[in-house]
């Protein structure tokens, strides 16, 4: 066998792993944007004499303790877990590009307090800090949001900062420079543009996150209340019924899983895409 003919067994692999996430997230986006698409039941409809029903043909991933079909909570769970980490993430790139643009832009004492924020902030865990956030806020679906949001800013804001720094020293920029009065300017139309290129391939590595982060405050009890079909909800809702029922925690646990799983291949895609690109 040639190298030629070696080489390209992972490169198929990578190509239909590619498309297995990519498709698992079209699916997922229509169960967010019309959830009844794909299971037109009502998620909050009981029936107490279906209770546990093993997955079968009438019920594919069976029913909890109330009789709720765990499919039909699943798919309109998306609406709940995807959008709650979509919004927490987009909060956490806006700060993050404000953050990460003062520091970058700004003189040296806004670089050093912005700076000394970010290493205070990166000290904690994530989940950790964002738990702390949420403690404060108290439980909610807005404030789960909040929480997320702000306890990702920093790895977002430094890598804005880092950016623009490299920027600043580019060519083109010196350039740009000769032919621009205004630093206003500068900044605004040549260096932060530049700087922000590799923030959608990041938002789409850290949406994964965002997402098993809703799912774990969740489950603690700190996010979306029941009886709303939350995945980490769902599992919280769940845990007592584990040797009992499995697939009332299996299933919300593979869709967390899973979208985790498809928004990483999805974002290393892009990132691989990027860096060759960058190569060129």
């Given amino acids: 066998m040639s190298l030629l003919s070696r080489t390209r067994i992972p ?10 996430a990519t498709s698992y997230l079209a699916l997922a986006a229509i169960a967010v944007v019309a959830p009844t698409l794909l299971a037109p039941s009502d998620p909050l409809e009981t029936a107490l004499a279906a209770a546990h029903q093993q ?3 009438q019920h594919l991933f069976g029913t ?13 769970g ?3 877990s995807l959008f709650i980490g979509g919004v927490a993430t987009a909060v956490a790139v806006a700060v993050g590009i404000v953050l990460g643009s003062a520091a970058g832009t700004g003189n040296r004492i806004i670089d050093e307090v912005v700076t000394r924020v970010f290493d205070l902030l990166g000290s904690f865990p994530e989940i950790l800090f964002a738990l702390v956030l949420i403690a404060f806020t108290g439980p909610g679906t807005w404030n789960l949001i909040l929480a997320i949001g702000l306890s990702a800013a920093p790895r977002y804001g430094r890598v ?3 950016e623009i720094l490299a920027v600043r020293e580019s060519e083109f920029v010196a350039q740009a420079r000769l032919n621009t009065t205004s630093k206003f300017a500068l900044t605004v139309k040549h260096i932060v543009p530049n700087a922000l290129v590799t923030l959608p391939v990041l938002a789409t590595l850290g949406l994964g996150t965002s997402i098993l982060g809703t799912a774990t405050l969740s489950f603690l009890g700190f996010g979306t209340q029941p009886p709303l079909p939350e995945w980490g909800s769902m599992l919280s809702e ?3 019924d584990l040797r009992l029922a499995w697939w ?9 899983t899973a979208t985790v799983i498809a928004t990483t291949v999805v974002g290393r895609h892009l990132h691989h895409r990027f860096e060759r690109r960058s190569i060129q």
């Fill in 238 to 240: 769940s845990r007592d």
């Fill in 11 to 20: 490169t198929v692999g990578a190509q239909w792993g590619l498309w297995l």
């Fill in 160 to 162: 804005v900062r880092a």
């Fill in 78 to 80: 998306a609406q709940y």
């Fill in 64 to 76: 909890d303790r109330l009789g709720r079909d765990v499919l039909v909570r699943v798919v309109h």
């Fill in 55 to 57: 997955p079968g043909w």
């Fill in 248 to 256: 009332t925690v299996f299933f919300p646990g593979l869709a967390i």
